[in-house]
T-cell receptor, first 117, second 112 residues
Framework: GAVVSQHPSWVICKSGTSVKIECRSL??????MFWYRQFPKQSLMLMAT?????????EQGVEKDKFLINHASLTLSTLTVTSAHPEDSSFYIC?????????????FGPGTRLTVL | DAKTTQPTSMDCAEGRAANLPCNHS???????VYWYRQIHSQGPQYIIH???NNETNEMASLIITEDRKSSTLILPHATLRDTAVYYC?????????????FGKGTRLSVIA
């Protein structure tokens, strides 16, 4: 299957700092990428839809000024958690949808574990 | 909210077939059934998807009922590495802006 990478795989930061997470589609182009987060023992929750060359679409309850998304190219989307607080500690997962011919599948990155002290 | 329902957990003996059921009674005609799994502390892994015909690949088989209101994912010979949370999701295909919406999934424990 197609490959989606994330960097970093884990990060620990102090409260009040900002953290940037990168998501790349390695062997296909993705005009749309998605960002999810997952708290312990819970399912994935969609945060936002990232569109190449335009503004992201955020789910209800997700602060767009806190979670900045930039989809600068067809293979890269970034999520910046600004002024992080301990309650932002979570597992952040990106995904990209490959739509080519018969294939139409959403592939996920390995996730980034954020711990805010 | 997720539109599928799955049992919370299941156990399966190593080497035996694991049959994971999913109900999707409100599935639309243009929606596929997708199955993913998530091993602890990893991103979800695509397994298989189908519209109305049964599907098989190197990982699993997908059996969809004729009325499309339910399906079963079959892992023919479960191993310890198949222990994971399995998610059944219905979603429109060929619609790049449509994200997958995850429910709670089924936690499969493969036991030696």
């Amino acid at each position: 299957g197609a490959v989606v990478s994330q960097h970093p795989s884990w990060v620990i930061c102090k409260s009040g700092t900002s953290v940037k997470i990168e998501c790349r589609s390695l062997d296909f182009q993705a005009t749309t990428m998605f960002w999810y987060r997952q708290f312990p023992k819970q399912s994935l929750m969609l945060m936002a839809t990232s569109n190449e060359g335009s503004k992201a679409t955020y789910e209800q309850g997700v602060e767009k000024d806190k979670f900045l998304i930039n989809h600068a190219s067809l293979t890269l989307s970034t999520l910046t958690v600004t002024s992080a607080h301990p309650e932002d500690s979570s597992f952040y997962i990106c995904s990209a949808r490959e739509s080519s011919g018969r294939r139409d599948t959403q592939y996920f990155g390995p996730g980034t574990r954020l711990t805010v002290l | 909210d997720a539109k599928t329902t799955q049992p919370t957990s299941m156990d399966c003996a190593e080497g035996r077939a694991a049959n994971l059921p999913c109900n999707h009674s409100t599935i639309s005609g243009n929606e596929y059934v997708y199955w993913y799994r998530q091993i602890h502390s990893q991103g979800p892994q695509y397994i298989i998807h189908g519209l109305k015909n049964n599907e098989t690949n190197e990982m699993a088989s997908l059996i969809i009922t004729e009325d499309r209101k339910s399906s079963t994912l079959i892992l023919p010979h479960a191993t310890l590495r198949d222990t994971a949370v399995y998610y059944c999701i219905d979603s429109r295909a060929n619609s790049g802006n449509t994200p997958l919406v995850f429910g709670k999934g089924t936690r499969l424990s493969v036991i030696a």
